[in-house]
């Protein structure tokens, strides 16, 4: 598993109604063989995550690929 097929299944699994009028603009700057840099953005009802770096997210969150898959693993 990759962090890249990680972050696009978020979009897939998002749950508007729980997400009820948050908005954010995550940026996850995941480093490893297994990692990239991701931006998860959550708005009117949508959730989009795209690759890259996002200058303008309002919180960044940086990480090894093996830590980030083991707290997506359990």
Do not use: K, Y
């Amino acid at each position: 598993m990759d962090c890249r097929t990680l972050f696009h299944a978020m979009a897939e699994r998002f749950d508007p109604v729980a997400a009820g009028d948050w908005t954010a603009t995550i940026q996850f700057n995941v480093s490893g063989p297994r990692g990239g840099d991701f931006t998860v953005a959550v708005g009117d009802g949508v959730c989009t995550v795209t690759e890259g770096d996002d200058p303008a997210a309002t919180s960044r969150v940086a990480v090894a690929d093996d830590t980030w898959l083991g707290i997506v693993d359990g």
